[in-house]
Structures are given as C-alpha cells and as structure tokens.
T-cell receptor, first 112, second 114 residues
Framework: AQSVTQLDSHVSVSEGTPVLLRCNYS??????LFWYVQHPNKGLQLLLK??????LVKGINGFEAEFKKSETSFHLTKPSAHMSDAAEYFC??????????FGKGTSLLVTP | DAGVIQSPRHEVTEMGQEVTLRCKPI?????LFWYRQTMMRGLELLIY????????DSGMPEDRFSAKMPNASFSTLKIQPSEPRDSAVYFC????????????FGPGTRLTVT
C-alpha cells in the first residue's frame, strides 16, 4: 500500500528564513505525490504535484519540492517564509483508483 | 468558476438526529470525493463516485453513513442517527481525473453532534 509519513507535526520558522517540511513516502512503484495547504477554517488547496516528470517541482507561492527516489522523500521547501504561509501542510500520495492518502499534516508557524 | 460548494458550513445537532451534508462539484468534473477530518484520525476518504456511481465506499465508518449522487451536480452525505463521535469537518472534493488526479476541495462542513 502507498502511504506517506510527515516527519514533523509542528515546524516554527522566523519570517524571511527558509522553510523545510519533510515527507517520506512508501510505494512499490513510482507514485504521484502532492502537497496541499490548509489555512485555518479553510478547505485544502493544491500547492504542487509530482507525476514522474521533472523531479524538482515548482508550485504556487514560491514553494517547491524535490522527488528523491533513492531517499523515498518529497520534502517541501521555500527560500523565505512569509507570515501568510502559516498553515497546515499535507503530503499526499495517490494510489491507483484516484483516491488520495493524506499524511498526518505539519503545522507551520511563522514568527515575526 | 465558483469552485466546489458545500452546505451548510456549520451544523450543530443533537445525538440521534439525522444530518444531511450537501455538495456541488465543479462543473465538468466526473469524480467526487467525501472526506472526514478529525484531530485524532486526520483526513480520511469516506467514499468516492465516478460519473455518479459509487466506486469505493470502504471508508464509510458504518451503516449510519450513506452517500448519494443523483446527478452530476449534486451529492449528499447523510448520517442517521448521528452520534457525538461523528463530530468532524467533512470535505467534498471533485476532480476531472486529469491531470494526475488533482482534486479541488470545498470549504468543508463543520459538524458538531451534542
């Protein structure tokens, strides 16, 4: 079965510093991987997706993620955090059948 | 496009009552998903439809839960009778199946069962 593990439940960064949210996946074949963001009391929004094309994927709001098969990782990064980035971030894998398996989420706190 | 529309946004009901949650997917999308989000269990897929037909309902917790999709623009998730442990945020999402299973989520319905 395909699954993801988000290694940190909470991450705190200062505004203007880099963001790193870690995700490892488990899959017997090349998966489709996503990062979604959920702002407080809002629905989920797709940040970026990997679908076996370029291993470095660029998303919205300056976020990017790199698919590393050797490390089974799909970490999310941003060079400089903004206050508006404070939210819950979900790493997601898509097994066959169009369903999504969500990680437990990482809460990002951005301090002034 | 208005996106995925869910109603109501908030629902408070007493244990034992019937609850109906509603979803309007994005026009042209032929996949519809119902998810539940709780602190304890995170985001769980309950059921999904393709072309109005239920494909996988293995995530539906028990017989008290039922979902229907009578047409391409409307779906309901019903809980009867409701219990306090059903309190959660319920999300509806839709997808065209392409590209790469990208799903668009509604704002969610926050259900509180007292």
């Amino acid at each position: 079965a395909q699954s993801v593990t988000q290694l940190d439940s909470h991450v705190s960064v200062s505004e203007g510093t880099p963001v790193l949210l870690r995700c490892n996946y488990s899959s017997s074949y090349s998966p489709s991987l996503f990062w979604y963001v959920q702002h407080p009391n809002k629905g989920l929004q797709l940040l970026l997706k990997y679908t076996s094309a370029a291993t470095l994927v660029k998303g919205i709001n300056g976020f990017e993620a790199e698919f590393k098969k050797s490390e089974t990782s799909f970490h999310l990064t941003k060079p400089s955090a903004h206050m508006s980035d404070a939210a819950e971030y979900f790493c997601v894998v898509s097994p066959a059948g169009y369903a999504l398996n969500f990680g437990k989420g990482t809460s990002l706190l951005v301090t002034p | 496009d208005a996106g995925v529309i869910q109603s109501p946004r908030h629902e408070v009901t007493e244990m034992g009552q019937e609850v109906t949650l509603r979803c309007k997917p994005i026009s042209g999308h032929d996949y519809l998903f119902w998810y539940r989000q709780t602190m304890m269990r995170g985001l769980e897929l309950l059921i999904y439809f393709n072309n109005n037909v239920p494909i996988d309902d293995s995530g539906m917790p028990e017989d008290r839960f039922s979902a229907k999709m009578p047409n391409a623009s409307f779906s309901t998730l019903k809980i009867q009778p409701s219990e306090p442990r059903d309190s959660a945020v319920y999300f509806c999402a839709s997808s065209s199946g392409l590209p790469a299973y990208e799903q668009y989520f509604g704002p969610g319905t926050r259900l509180t069962v007292t």
